[in-house]
T-cell receptor, first 113, second 108 residues
Framework: DGGITQSPKYLFRKEGQNVTLSCEQNLNHDAMYWYRQDPGQGLRLIYYSQIVNDFQKGDIAEGYSVSREKKESFPLTVTSAQKNPTAFYLC????????????FGEGSWLTVV | GIQVEQSPPDLILQEGANSTLRCNFSDSVNNLQWFHQNPWGQLINLFYIPSGTKQNGRLSATTVATERYSLLYISSSQTTDSGVYFCAVNTGGFKTIFGAGTRLFVKA
């Protein structure tokens, strides 16, 4: 099936540890995105990537890092510098040739204790 | 940057009722999408509708690009319609901006 796969779905980490969230897509989309959602809130853009080996900061990039070594993969690392990392993280992808219609993975719940 | 405002923020309906959700945006857009976030957090694409009207079953959407708003209509609501409805816009670049959402609860 075509789609966007995020893993793990649930993750618990101790404060001060880095954690990496995986995002893989087999839709052959050029653009990929990471959003953060806090309880009861909307989506905020962390990072996005238009092509391989290129990515841009979104609105809340501090404390996060990404890489785009392959078209289908866009992992997000939540570093110890992120002050409030507990949140729901959503990965998305879009094909720019079709109006940038965006599709989402199922999300990853990160809890830092 | 572009501002996206959704109303109402919260909505409670009796099963079977109809509703209209609104999305206002502050600048021209080349893409507008409506999403439904279910209670498990998954975001489901409802419509890609930069202009005009589309229908899919009990749901329909209309975007009036010249007046910078979009409406999502839900008819004969069901409990499974509960969740959060997001409007998202793109102004031609790679950034898609989301509204704060409308939280819908449909009572049985």
């Amino acid at each position: 099936d075509g789609g966007i796969t995020q893993s793990p779905k649930y993750l618990f980490r101790k404060e001060g540890q880095n954690v990496t969230l995986s995002c893989e897509q087999n839709l052959n989309h050029d653009a990929m995105y990471w959003y953060r959602q806090d309880p009861g809130q909307g989506l905020r853009l962390i990072y996005y990537s238009q092509i391989v080996n290129d990515f841009q900061k979104g609105d809340i990039a501090e404390g996060y890092s990404v890489s785009r070594e392959k078209k289908e993969s866009f992992p997000l690392t939540v570093t110890s510098a992120q002050k409030n990392p507990t949140a729901f993280y959503l990965c998305a992808s879009a094909q720019t040739s079709s109006g940038n219609t965006i599709y989402f993975g199922e999300g990853s719940w990160l809890t830092v204790v | 940057g572009i501002q996206v405002e959704q109303s109402p923020p919260d909505l409670i309906l009796q099963e079977g009722a109809n509703s209209t959700l609104r999305c206002n945006f502050s600048d021209s857009v080349n893409n507008l999408q409506w999403f439904h976030q279910n209670p498990w957090g998954q975001l489901i694409n409802l419509f890609y509708i930069p202009s005009g009207t589309k229908q899919n079953g009990r749901l329909s959407a209309t975007t009036v690009a010249t007046e910078r708003y979009s409406l999502l209509y839900i008819s004969s609501s069901q409990t499974t319609d509960s969740g959060v409805y997001f409007c998202a816009v793109n102004t031609g670049g790679f950034k898609t901006i989301f509204g704060a959402g409308t939280r819908l609860f449909v009572k049985a």
